[in-house]
């Protein structure tokens, strides 16, 4: 199946929001396993050149996954991800901060509530994620470290990612 989908993404500041959708060429079983298990977000969850790295990953509501985003020379970047609600292979939803290795939150930075649904039709799977911010500042944060670029990309990569599968 061809897999030349682009991703829409849309940011509101005045409701402090990033919206993001995705076509996959991959059923939502396929797509649903790539965000939720550690062997398989490693593989994707970061724009080349960098790789990502999983320490701890427990997906269930109340659960976590800390994780590092690993420079070619080395340099991590760690955030926490906290599961707050799970519906499987339909929406799961998280809060997210970067922290250091141990998981301690860095109250210097922005942290996010992410909501990500899975829809399935006709063999394609289609992913929207809303991030929200508290602050304004916090969106416009994100966006000067080069979110857009670096998700989008990384939306790239897990499209490479499926079609391996």
């Known amino acids: 199946m061809k897999n030349d989908f682009e991703t829409t993404l849309n940011i509101d500041k005045a409701e402090k929001t990033v919206k993001i959708t995705r076509k996959f060429a991959?059923?939502?079983?396929?797509?649903?396993?790539?965000?939720?298990?550690?062997?398989?977000?490693d593989r994707?969850?970061?724009?080349?050149?960098?790789?990502?790295?999983t320490k701890e990953m427990d997906f269930k509501e109340g659960g976590h996954r800390l994780y590092a985003m690993v420079s070619p020379e080395g340099e991590k970047h760690w955030s926490l991800i906290n599961f707050t609600s799970i519906t499987p292979r339909v929406n799961f939803k998280y809060h997210d901060g970067f922290c250091d290795s141990d998981g301690v939150i860095n109250q210097d930075l922005p942290q996010s509530d992410w909501n990500v649904n899975f829809n399935e039709s006709d063999?394609?799977?289609?992913?929207?994620?809303?991030?929200?911010?508290?602050?304004?500042?916090?969106?416009?944060?994100?966006?000067?470290?080069?979110?857009?670029?670096?998700?989008?990309?990384?939306?790239?990569?897990?499209?490479?990612?499926?079609?391996?599968?």
């Open 44 to 53: 994707w969850w970061a724009p080349k050149p960098w790789k990502s790295h």
């Open 123 to 165: 063999g394609s799977t289609t992913v929207h994620v809303e991030i929200r911010h508290e602050k304004r500042s916090d969106l416009e944060k994100i966006m000067e470290m080069g979110f857009k670029e670096g998700f989008t990309a990384t939306l790239r990569e897990l499209a490479d990612v499926l079609a391996k599968l």
């Open 26 to 41: 991959a059923a939502r079983e396929q797509v649903w396993d790539a965000w939720t298990e550690p062997e398989l977000l």
